[in-house]
Every structure is written in structure tokens, then in C-alpha cells.
């Protein structure tokens, strides 16, 4: 990991150590076999569970650690070093953890949220629809009320660990099309329910976390299944948003640091007319530069989870974060591969992987374009 410069408690040292040591070891040697498998390795995720580094945010009475949001930060990079894909278990996790915590029945939330904080459960946000990704709340899946509940119709697209997932949170049109975001609710679906079926999405990227569709013929949700108020559903989801954007900045952070650290050691070995790929400024400069944007994102991910923390306003940083980071990223990753050379076009080397892996966060959860109408909106906010 490049160097951290915050001022880090010994508990948090202690968490970052545990996660850069689980990364290093038992993540990065296996990340571009996993690619092959295609699938999450649950007794990989049962041991993350045991060490602490899921939903460590959560609170303590569900299983949870109840740390900091920069803890989960740093614990998010440290893993992303190692696998991009397995770090988005815990953004999930967390993510999911924190909607369940804030707006389940304690029933259901003691039930559900001790299997995601150990690695026993797998958790998919189902939001996109077919006709709408950035239009979030433009939602057609309904739930008409029942005798027992409510009954689920409809398909959602485009989401995480669809395959894997053990349960789902929908969103669901509870009130009238014209409603808008005022006529959603949040469901937590078991994946086993009848009713759901699924189909996988064939993607250039993120192949261990998967992306598909989910489709639900007359799913019958029962009542407690709702979190929160009927149609209050997508500010919940929203809310959580500000903290998953955070997250993925340095998920992103984590892999160009990969990258650049193993590029950094080859420029040193290489050999090139008689010295070391090192001694070439134009080899270096790309380098410092890649350096010195992945520093600065860094920085700008933390301070956004400090805000967070300490309960300030962080919208416009989050946002900031998610477009910022992967693109930083992406170019980042780039650079390296191509200063490996004909080495760095070669699968056997996790570059390529790592640019397929990162250049999906360009478009999930927020693209740069919705990253900045959010930042202007905030803006202009402020011009009153």
C-alpha cells in the first residue's frame, strides 16, 4: 500500500495490518485464478469474516465491530490491493449491513446481519431496471399489497452478485408511476424465495463478482420484510450511497497501488542499453505523476469517510470520490501496463485484469456524468 498520512489510532493500525496481511497472502496470489472460477470462494470469505474485515462498521449487538467509517476505509483499500472483486464484498456488506441495521425489524436484522459480518451470507442491492440505470428512481418492479404482505413483479438488471447473492434488497414501486422517488419501498428478498430466477451477464470485467438480472414472477414478501416506511424506500438507499462512493474510491486506490508498486520494481530491474528502465525520465515521470493522483484521491476518499464520521455534510465529496477514483485508476493501471512493455500485454500479468476489474466502476453505481450533475447541484446550493 502507498503511505497513509493520517493519524491512525492503534486499534486502526492493527485492522490495517490484519487487512494488508490477508491481501498479500491469501488474496493477491490467487486474484487472476479467481478469474477462472468465475464465483465467490465462501470459505475465503468465512475467513475475512473471522478476522474482522466485513462490515466492520456495523454495530457490535449484530455481530458487528462497530468501528469508524475510516476504518472500513482502510480495511477497503488494504483488501482491494490484494482483489478488487473480493474488496466489493465488504462494500456490499457494509453497504446492505448499514440499510438493514438503520430500517429491519431487530428480528429480521438479527437474523441477517450476523451471516454477512462473519461471511456466511452474501448480500446484492437490486435497484437498476432494464429501462433506467442513472435514472435511478425511474423503477417499474411493483409490489401490490397482499393478505400476507406484498407480491414482487418485475426485473432488475445490472446487478452485483446476482447469481451469488444469498438475499437482495429490492426497490420497489409501492406507490403510483407518477410518484417518482416517493413511491418506492426496500425489501430484504431471500434469493431461494419462489418466484426468482436469474440470468448472468456475460462482462469484460469483475468476472468473481458477477453481474445479471433477477426476475420476480409473484415473489410474496411478507410485511416485516419492509425496511422503513412504505415509499421511503430510495432515500434510505441514497443516504447509504454517500458512504458506498467513499468506499469505492479506494477500492480503486487499492489495485493502481498494486500496480504501480510492481511497476516501480520492474523500471528498477530492467534492463535496457546497457541500464535500468529507471534511469529514463521518461519512464519515471509517467510513474510520479500516477503516483502523486492516486496519493491525492486517497486523501480525498479518507477526508470524505472523516466527514462522515464526525456527521458533516459529504455528498459533494462522495461524489467527487466516485468519479474521480476510477478514472484515476484506470489510467494509472494503463500506464503500468504499458511500461511493462510487451510483458504488460500478456495475460499472464494481473495489469489487464486490474483494468478490466476497475473500468467497471466508471459506469456501477454512479457514472461521472451523474457524479457531476450531483457536484453541481450541491454548488449551486450554496449560491442560494
Known amino acids: 500500500m502507498g503511505n497513509i498520512t493520517l493519524p491512525l489510532s492503534d486499534e ?7 487487512a494488508d496481511r490477508f491481501a498479500r497472502e491469501k488474496l ?5 485464478a479467481r478469474e477462472r472460477d468465475t464465483k465467490i470462494d465462501r470459505a475465503l470469505m468465512r ?6 474485515l466485513i462490515a466492520p462498521d456495523l454495530p457490535e449487538r449484530y455481530g458487528g465491530l462497530g468501528q469508524s467509517s475510516e476504518t472500513s476505509g482502510l480495511i ?6 490484494g482483489d478488487p472483486n473480493i474488496a466489493y464484498v465488504q462494500l456490499l456488506s457494509s453497504l446492505c449491513g448499514q440499510i438493514i441495521a438503520r430500517h429491519a425489524s431487530e428480528e429480521l436484522a438479527g ?5 454477512i459480518v462473519s461471511g456466511e451470507s452474501l448480500f446484492a442491492i437490486g ?3 432494464p429501462r433506467g440505470g442513472s435514472d435511478a428512481a425511474n423503477l417499474a418492479l411493483s409490489a401490490r399489497r397482499s393478505n400476507a404482505g406484498y407480491v414482487l413483479k418485475g426485473e432488475k438488471t445490472s446487478i452485483s452478485l446476482a447469481i451469488q447473492a444469498d438475499a437482495v434488497l429490492v426497490f420497489a414501486r409501492t406507490g403510483k408511476p407518477d410518484d417518482g422517488a416517493r413511491g418506492i419501498s426496500a425489501f430484504l428478498v431471500p434469493m431461494d424465495a419462489p418466484g426468482i430466477a436469474t440470468s448472468r451477464l456475460n462482462d469484460l470485467g469483475s468476472k468473481v463478482v458477477g453481474r445479471g438480472s433477477i426476475f420476480f414472477d409473484d415473489v410474496a414478501v411478507p410485511s416485516e420484510n419492509m425496511l422503513g416506511g412504505e415509499n421511503k424506500g430510495f432515500v434510505q438507499v441514497m443516504q447509504g450511497f454517500d458512504f458506498s462512493r467513499a468506499l469505492i474510491g479506494l477500492q480503486c486506490v487499492g489495485p493502481a497501488q498494486a500496480s504501480l508498486d510492481e511497476t516501480w520494481a520492474y523500471v528498477t530491474e530492467r534492463q535496457a542499453f546497457g541500464a535500468p528502465l529507471s534511469r529514463n525520465q521518461g519512464v519515471t515521470f509517467p510513474l510520479a505523476e500516477c503516483e502523486s493522483l492516486i496519493a491525492a484521491v486517497r486523501q480525498l476518499c479518507y477526508h470524505t469517510l472523516r466527514l462522515r464520521d464526525a456527521g458533516a455534510p459529504h455528498t459533494s465529496e462522495a461524489a467527487m470520490c466516485k468519479w474521480l477514483g476510477p478514472k484515476t485508476a484506470v489510467d494509472t493501471i494503463h500506464q503500468c501496463l504499458l511500461t511493462h512493455g ?3 500485454w500478456s495475460l499472464d500479468l494481473p495489469h489487464q485484469q486490474r483494468l478490466r476489474d476497475v473500468m467497471g466502476l466508471e459506469i456501477g453505481d454512479g457514472t461521472a456524468q451523474i457524479m ?12 442560494g
Open 342 to 344: 510487451h510483458y504488460g
Open 12 to 18: 486502526q493500525r492493527e485492522f490495517r495490518a490484519t
Open 127 to 129: 435497484l437498476t431496471e
Open 372 to 383: 457531476k450533475y450531483i457536484l453541481t447541484r450541491e454548488r449551486l446550493k450554496q449560491q
Open 111 to 115: 437474523h441477517w446481519l450476523p451471516r
Open 76 to 81: 477497503m483499500e488494504a483488501v482491494a490491493y
Open 28 to 32: 493477491k496470489p490467487g486474484y487472476q
Open 47 to 52: 475467513e475475512m469474516g473471522a478476522l474482522g
